[in-house]
């Protein structure tokens, strides 16, 4: 990983979408990756945070990662085109402790589809884990997987790391598998 201001010559620059309700952990999933770390103050997003991250992968490819993180709050739904333009992943992101925060992830999961086509590879992540004992169980995601064409699953804890690294490596290999094939 190489973030400390040096230059770095990336083989490959994607830009990745975060999206899901307010408060589901967006801003603190990247936090945990980027930095290995996590905020215990909840800070809410004002209209978008753009994060940028460089990496070596397990390939030897050099990755740089801008990751736009959108504000979830309804008042910046007339971000979302220009928000959207350009991913070549998403993120979808929801709160395993409110259920509603899944049912609205149709919306955003239709509205990326919308402006950026319905090939782009989406993942959806099921944040604070940690709240539930590790446990959850939701017999709705695997109907919403295949209605959706998500590509992965990962249940994730911004504020103890698990399986956030895991769920972003995935992420990437699966990046640098399409940009192979093309």
Not at 18 to 43: E, H, P
Request: net charge positive; charged share 20%.
């Amino acid at each position: 990983m190489s973030n400390s201001g040096r230059s770095f010559d990336a083989d490959y620059i994607f830009k990745v979408a975060v999206v899901g309700d307010g408060a589901v952990g967006k801003t603190s999933l990247i936090l945990r990756y980027t930095q290995g770390s996590f905020n215990t103050n909840y800070i809410r997003t004002i209209g978008a945070q753009f994060s940028k991250y460089d990496l070596t992968a397990k390939t030897g490819e050099k990755v740089r990662l801008f990751l736009w993180d959108i504000a979830g709050q309804d008042s910046f739904t007339f971000m979302r085109p220009t928000f959207f333009s350009g991913s070549k992943t998403c993120i979808a992101v929801f709160d395993v402790t409110n259920e509603n925060t899944f049912t609205n992830l149709q919306t955003w999961i239709d509205d990326i589809h919308k402006y950026c086509g319905t090939d782009i590879p989406v993942v959806l992540f099921g944040n604070k884990v940690d709240l539930v004992n590790d446990k959850y169980a939701n017999p709705k995601i695997e109907a919403f997987l295949k209605a959706n064409n998500v590509i992965g699953f990962y249940l994730t804890s911004a504020k103890t790391g698990t399986n956030v690294t895991q769920a972003f490596e995935a992420i990437i290999n699966e990046l640098l598998k399409l940009v192979s094939t093309k």
